[in-house]
Nanobody, 119 residues
Framework: QVQLVESGGGLVQAGGSLRLSCAAS????????VGWYRQAPGNQRDLVAT???????RYADSVKGRFTISRDNAKNTVYLQMNSLKPEDTAVYYC?????????????WGQGTQVTVSS
């Protein structure tokens, strides 16, 4: 199976930037879909950004224009560039990879990295 490890989280002031990285233990295939989700205490784990195998991207309305998802298959890494951070962005951010198989899709999740934005 694929193991995912997130890094790059931390404490930042509102208006600042962070870049999250998600390192995969095995190759990220061009056919894999990747994404970032986040969860704050008491809330559901919600979609932040996804990138399909075809290259199309999808963002939550709350982060459009501020966050950018990218992937580097050669480095087995997925990134989330976060700019103009707001206190409401505070959450644990999780990396997600979906691999298609003949029996259906398989979801892989990282352990998460904490992002805290102060006002």
């Amino acid at each position: 199976q694929v193991q995912l490890v997130e890094s790059g989280g931390g404490l930042v002031q509102a208006g600042g930037s962070l870049r999250l990285s998600c390192a995969a233990s095995r190759n990220i295939f061009s056919t894999d879909a990747v994404g970032w989700y986040r969860q704050a205490p008491g809330n559901q784990r919600d979609l932040v950004a996804t990138a399909s195998s075809a290259g199309s991207t999808r963002y939550a309305d709350s982060v459009k224009g501020r966050f950018t998802i990218s992937r580097d298959n050669a480095k087995n890494t997925v990134y989330l560039q976060m700019n103009s951070l707001k206190p409401e962005d505070t959450a644990v951010y999780y990396c997600n990879l979906i691999r298609r198989t003949s029996w259906g899709p398989t979801n892989y999740w990282g352990q998460g990295t904490q992002v805290t934005v102060s006002s």
